[in-house]
Each structure stands twice: as structure tokens, then as C-alpha cells.
């Protein structure tokens, strides 16, 4: 049997489709419900219909990435049952909690205040509509915290004893918060608000290239550029903290990521390639581009310190390593783009080239933001990539192998489930696309009454009035 129809790899690869078309809509709809709690907040304390136009553009947006992460994501919660069934029973009581409390605590609460901050302007009072909005982003993060907590166990398992081939939970509280929780949640919750605003910056860059409702879009534009220019670095940042803490908690995955296979000696410092053709059978890089001492200094913040090489760990236990070198050079190209081209939009607008009567003319700089949004999906799911297959072999780092934890399938069951996935989601993506299309198309709507006026009646004998003849 050829290694690409074992069962096993079917089902990573399947698991690992679904959570990368999963991935693409929940992140949008934490840091809009955030930006929409904000331009509602402004609108009750400012009475300026500006704000309230804007969170009723994005909420269409919002309901739709919504939509379509709720729908790609219950197959996963199936997929722990049916093709990870012994992972499930082993780390069922702990995994299967925090799943739990994800839906209860969570994803209930954003639900069910999602219909009243949707349909409820002329339903409820204002007060009222944006406590809904404000349980909506909190039930938005809880749901992030909640996975993240599950995800960042399997990376760092902490607070469990296995005891016949269960984990059993000593401390929930160290099970919960693991040394990984921190950055990683922190590291997913800015790259949900950095995603989000370079969205709208590219929504906004669009309508502006076609010169329309310029009025409207441009201040926002100027506001996505502004926060965008504050979080991307600090991204970067926290990123480089979680480099650090790689170093310490996981340091094969690091070894992977950076195509490094010998652990340097004391007193010199270890390169970092800038790019490389990593070699797993000879345990090396064919050729590679690298900058002397600079791993050690990202790594450890010092020109000479250590950083273990692949070649420390049994080949068994080393991960794959094109996957996550690649993934990440990626991600870490695509999040400095957005840094540098947010400064730059920033010195335009310091120049003057921001104000209505020019703004229409940058066009370099606008196409700039309209390419920013596959840049920034693209650094989410490379992210992704490298922080799951750099885990490799195991499915808890360091307890339970991912070979170990896969049910026993038949080949067959798995390849037409992965293929009716693959065309299902294929159809969803083209349907939302479609459907986000759409509203850009239409734009915001800047004429329908604000919540609390009444809409005039018709005159009688006007379409829709009461006529006087008979």
C-alpha cells in the first residue's frame, strides 16, 4: 500500500483541511465584534449616524464569516469521535471538558445574543442592543480562549498523570493555564484584531480606488491603518516571545522551524538561514542563505547562546521540517508587509496624500491594501501550519504519538469522506465569496431611518399609503 492511502495520514490530512478552511472565518468575526462594539458605543455617545452606518455595513460581513465558521466547524468536534477515537478516550476527561465549556460558556452565549445585536435595533433599546453586541464579543473571545486552551495542553501538557492509558486530571488549573497558554492565546487574539482591520483597510482601499462613498469609507480606512500600525508589531513582538519560549518548552519544533541541525558549540553563535533546502535523510541543508549569530541573538537574545539542533533528537521524534520552515518565513514575510506598508500609509497621510481630494489618486498604495488581504489570510493559515505539523509525531507533545491516537479505518472510509469534504467546503467558499461579493458590490446602505425614528408614513395614495378613491 503506498504511504499516501494509510489511514492515518488520511485522517491528519483530512482533520488538517477542515481546520484550515475553519480557521479562515472565525478570527474576522472576534475582531469585527470588537470593532462593531466600539462604532455602536461611539454612535449612543455621540448620536452620529456615521457610527451606526458602519456597524450595520460590517455586520453583514460579521453574520456571514459567522455563517460559515460555525457550519465548517462542527465537523470537527465529530472527527475527535470518529477519526481519533483513541485520542478521545484517552484525553477525553480533560480535552473533552474544555470542549464542552467552549460550546456552553462560550459559543452559547455568542449565539444567542447574536440574533438581538442582528435583528434587534427597532426591538429592543439602544442600551440594550449594545449589551448584546458587548456578550457577543465576549462569548467570540471565550470561544478563542476555550480552543486555545485545548491546543495549547496538547503542546505543553501540564496538571495529568496517564493511568491505564487515560489522562486523569490532577490540576485543572495548571492543566489550563500551560506554559504555552500565554502566547499562543495572546498570539491568536491580536492576529484575529490585526486580520480584521487590514480587512476593512482593504474594503476601504477598494471603494476608494473606485471613487465611491468616499465620504464614508475614508475615515475608516484611516482608522484600519491607524490600529493596524499599532498591532503589527506588536505581533511581531509577541511573536519573538513565543520564539523564546519555543526554545524552552519545545525545542524540536524550533529546531524544525528553523532548519537547524546542529546544536551550536559554547562561545559560538548559531545562524539563522534566511532561506534553505533542508535535507531529512542526511540531517542537513543542501545550501542556505543565513546570517551569522542571528539565531542565537532572536532565540536567546545573545550573540553566543545555545540552540539544540534537530540531530539532539531520535529521528522518530523530530518533526517534518519543510512545512514549518517554509510556513513560517512565510508568515513572518507576509506580517512585516503589512507593518511596513502600514508606516508607509501613515507617512502618506502625514504628507497629506490621505485627505478626499487625493486619496482617490494613490493607487499603488491602495492596491497595496487590496493585496494585504490574502497577505494577512495567507500569514494565518501558514501560522497555523507551522504551529500543528511542527507538534509532530505527537498529538500531546511528548505522551501520546498521533499514530496512537487515530482510529482504525479502513482506507476507503476515509478517502471518500475526505473528498465529500473537500467539495462541500469547496461549495461553501464559493458560496460565501459570493455572497461577500455581494454586499461590496451594494455598499452601505445610508439611507434607511436610524433605530428610534420612526419611518414616515406614506401619503395617502402614494404606493404603500392608504387611497382616499374608491
Not at 116 to 145: D, E, K, Q
Not at 155 to 176: H, N, Y
Not at 238 to 264: C, F, R, S, Y
Not at 267 to 293: K, M
Amino acid at each position: 500500500m503506498d504511504s499516501w492511502l494509510d489511514p492515518t495520514l488520511l485522517s491528519r490530512a483530512q482533520f488538517a483541511f477542515v481546520a484550515a478552511f475553519h480557521i479562515l472565518w472565525p478570527p474576522l468575526t472576534i475582531g469585527l465584534s470588537l470593532i462593531l462594539f466600539g462604532w455602536e458605543a461611539m454612535w449612543l455617545r455621540t448620536g452620529q449616524a456615521y457610527y451606526y452606518r458602519q456597524a450595520r455595513f460590517w455586520s453583514r460581513i460579521f453574520l456571514l464569516n459567522f455563517g460559515v465558521g460555525v457550519v465548517s466547524g462542527l465537523p470537527m468536534e465529530f472527527a475527535f469521535g470518529t477519526n481519533w477515537g483513541p485520542f478521545s478516550i484517552a484525553a477525553g476527561n480533560f480535552v473533552g471538558n474544555i470542549l464542552g465549556f467552549e460550546t456552553v460558556l462560550a459559543f452559547a452565549t455568542e449565539a444567542g445574543f447574536l440574533g438581538i445585536m442582528m435583528f434587534g435595533w427597532n426591538r429592543v433599546p439602544p442600551p440594550m442592543h449594545l449589551f448584546a453586541t458587548a456578550m457577543v464579543v465576549l462569548g467570540g473571545v471565550f470561544s478563542a480562549f476555550w480552543i486555545m486552551v485545548a491546543n495549547a495542553w496538547m503542546q505543553t501538557p501540564r496538571g495529568v498523570i496517564i493511568s491505564d492509558g487515560k489522562f486523569v486530571v490532577t490540576d485543572f488549573l495548571e492543566a489550563i493555564f500551560t506554559p504555552d497558554l500565554v502566547h499562543s492565546f495572546t498570539h491568536m487574539f491580536l492576529a484575529c484584531i490585526e486580520l480584521s482591520t487590514v480587512v476593512m483597510a482593504g474594503f476601504g482601499a477598494w471603494y476608494l480606488l473606485k471613487r465611491r462613498h468616499v465620504d464614508f469609507f475614508l475615515p475608516m480606512f484611516r482608522f484600519a491603518v491607524l490600529a493596524t500600525a499599532i498591532v503589527a508589531p506588536v505581533q511581531i513582538l509577541v511573536g519573538d516571545l513565543a520564539g523564546a519560549a519555543l526554545a524552552e518548552h519545545q525545542p524540536a519544533k524550533l529546531a524544525a522551524i528553523e532548519a537547524h541541525w546542529h546544536t551550536n558549540p559554547p562561545g559560538e553563535g548559531a545562524a539563522w538561514s534566511v532561506v534553505a533546502w533542508p535535507d531529512t535523510t542526511a540531517q542537513e541543508n543542501r545550501w542556505a542563505v543565513e546570517i551569522p549569530n542571528a539565531l542565537s541573538l532572536i532565540v536567546t537574545h545573545s550573540m553566543t547562546g545555545e540552540v539544540r539542533g534537530l540531530r539532539d533528537f531520535p529521528r522518530a521524534d523530530q518533526p517534518p521540517v519543510w512545512i514549518p520552515y517554509y510556513g513560517f518565513r512565510v508568515m513572518l514575510a507576509a506580517g512585516v508587509f503589512i507593518a511596513v506598508l502600514a508606516i508607509w500609509t501613515l507617512v502618506a497621510w502625514r504628507r497629506g496624500h490621505l485627505q478626499p481630494s487625493r486619496v482617490c489618486d494613490q493607487h499603488w498604495l491602495m492596491r497595496a491594501w487590496i493585496a494585504a488581504i490574502p497577505a494577512v489570510y495567507l500569514a494565518l493559515e501558514a501560522g497555523w501550519l507551522v504551529r500543528e505539523v511542527g507538534r509532530q509525531p505527537w498529538l500531546v507533545y511528548g505522551l501520546i504519538r498521533t499514530s496512537e491516537g487515530a482510529s482504525t479505518l479502513t482506507t476507503g472510509s476515509v478517502l471518500w469522506s475526505l473528498t465529500g469534504f473537500v467539495l462541500i467546503y469547496a461549495l461553501i467558499g464559493i458560496t460565501a465569496f459570493a455572497f461577500a461579493r455581494r454586499i461590496a458590490i451594494e455598499g452601505p446602505d445610508l439611507q434607511s431611518p436610524l433605530p428610534g425614528r420612526p419611518e414616515p408614513k406614506p401619503a395617502p395614495g402614494s404606493p404603500g399609503g392608504t387611497s382616499t378613491e374608491h
